[in-house]
Nanobody, 124 residues
Framework: QVTLVESGGGLVQSGDSLRLSCAASGRTFSNYNMAWFRQAPGKDREFVAAISGLGGSTSYGDSEKGRFTISRLNTKNMLYLQMRSLEPEDSAVYYC?????????????????WGQGTQVTVSS
């Protein structure tokens, strides 16, 4: 069992930066590929970014356009998402997730554990 708790969301203005954090507990953190997803009201959950267990590989969704950076600190069991140049379209609940698959994946069905989410709202 892996427990994930996100934090760092809030209300920001267009163009601002924000860093989300995800604290993991339970099994060995480095054994899991980790990812961020987001879901806006009335929309499907969307893949944002993923990172391999040791942090050597990353993958990003199309909407981030180089504005987001995923990272992890295995010694602290922490996952991060640095977001820059935020736009109102980035407003959503952001979730972190853990997967035991061998390869990075953007498919939410491949993720075994999920956090409760943190709200990010970007005003124009």
């Amino acid at each position: 069992q892996v427990t994930l708790v996100e934090s760092g969301g809030g209300l920001v203005q267009s163009g601002d930066s924000l860093r989300l954090s995800c604290a993991a507990s339970g099994r060995t953190f480095s054994n899991y590929n980790m990812a961020w997803f987001r879901q806006a009201p009335g929309k499907d959950r969307e893949f944002v970014a993923a990172i391999s267990g040791l942090g050597g590989s990353t993958s990003y969704g199309d909407s981030e356009k180089g504005r987001f950076t995923i990272s992890r600190l295995n010694t602290k069991n922490m996952l991060y998402l640095q977001m820059r140049s935020l736009e109102p379209e980035d407003s959503a609940v952001y979730y972190c997730a853990a997967s035991s698959t061998l390869d990075l994946t953007s498919h939410e069905g491949e993720y075994d554990y999920w956090g409760q989410g943190t709200q990010v709202t970007v005003s124009s």
